[in-house]
C-alpha cells in the first residue's frame, strides 16, 4: 500500500484561492477523489478521477494532476468552504484497495 | 434524494461487540454495493470492508478478518457491519459509504453522517 499526504492546514481569505495537495506514490497509476467534511455533517463528494465534478457541486471547485501529486482548488473561496477536504484512492494490490489522504483543514479568515 | 443514516452512538466494555446500522433511502438498494469505513481519533479513515447489496457477498479487510461481519437486510434497506472482541484501539467513527459503481470511479458517493463507537471499562 501507499501514504496520501495532504497538508494539514490551508488558511484563506474570502474570495481568494485555496490550494490543496495530495500526494502519493501511486497516483500517477489510480485516479484520486476529494471529499469535504463540515463538523458533524457525513462527508461530501466534491471531485472524482482526479478532476471530474459532481452534479450540484460548485464550479469554483476544481481538480488537477501532475505525476504524483494531486490538487484541489477552490476558487473564489466563501465562508461556507471552510470545512476539513480529504483525498482518496485506490490500491487493489496493496493491503487496503482504499486509502485516505491525511486531511486538511480549510480555515477562511 | 439518497440518504444513508446511521444508527445512535454506542458506548462498549472491551471485550464486547458492537453492531452499527445504514439504512438508505432514495434510490434501488440493491443496485450499489455499500462499503465501511472508520476513523479513530488523529487517524486517517481506514476501510473495513464491502458488502454486494444484492447477493449478499463481502471482502473484509485483512485487519479485522475474523472480527467484522457485514450484513444486509434487502426488505429494510438496511447494512449492517458488527465488530467483536472490541478493545478501546476500536474507539472511532464508523461511516458508511455507497459505492458509486463506476458512475464516479471509485470514489465513494454517498456517506453516511458516521457512529461513534467508544470502547471504555
Known amino acids: 500500500s501507499y501514504d496520501l499526504t495532504q497538508p494539514p492546514s490551508v488558511s484563506v481569505s474570502p474570495g481568494q484561492t485555496a490550494t490543496i495537495t495530495c500526494s502519493g506514490d501511486?497516483?500517477?497509476?489510480?485516479?484520486v477523489h476529494w471529499y469535504q467534511q463540515k463538523p458533524g455533517q457525513a462527508p461530501l463528494l466534491v471531485i472524482y478521477k482526479d478532476t471530474e465534478r459532481p452534479s450540484g457541486i460548485p464550479e469554483r471547485f476544481s481538480g488537477s494532476s501532475s505525476g504524483t501529486t494531486v490538487t484541489l482548488t477552490i476558487s473564489g473561496v466563501q465562508a461556507e468552504d471552510e470545512a476539513d477536504y480529504f483525498c482518496q484512492s485506490t490500491d487493489f494490490g496493496g493491503t487496503y484497495p482504499y486509502v485516505f489522504g491525511t486531511g486538511t483543514k480549510v480555515t477562511v479568515l | 434524494q439518497v440518504q444513508l443514516v446511521q444508527s445512535g452512538a454506542e458506548v462498549k466494555q472491551p471485550g464486547a461487540s458492537v453492531k452499527v446500522s445504514c439504512k438508505a433511502s432514495g434510490y434501488a438498494f440493491t443496485t450499489y454495493s455499500m462499503r465501511w469505513v472508520r476513523q479513530a481519533p488523529g487517524q486517517r479513515l481506514e476501510w473495513m470492508g464491502w458488502?454486494?447489496?444484492?447477493?449478499?457477498?463481502?471482502k473484509y479487510s485483512q485487519k479485522f478478518q475474523g472480527r467484522v461481519t457485514i450484513t444486509r437486510d434487502t426488505f429494510a434497506s438496511t447494512v449492517h457491519v458488527e465488530l467483536s472482541s472490541l478493545t478501546s484501539e476500536d474507539t472511532a467513527i464508523y461511516y458508511c459509504a455507497r459505492d458509486s459503481s463506476g458512475l464516479y470511479g471509485d470514489s465513494f458517493d454517498f456517506w453516511g453522517q458516521g457512529t461513534m463507537v467508544t470502547v471504555s471499562s
Open positions: 501511486g497516483l500517477p497509476k489510480q485516479y
Open positions: 458488502i454486494n447489496t444484492d447477493n449478499g457477498n463481502t
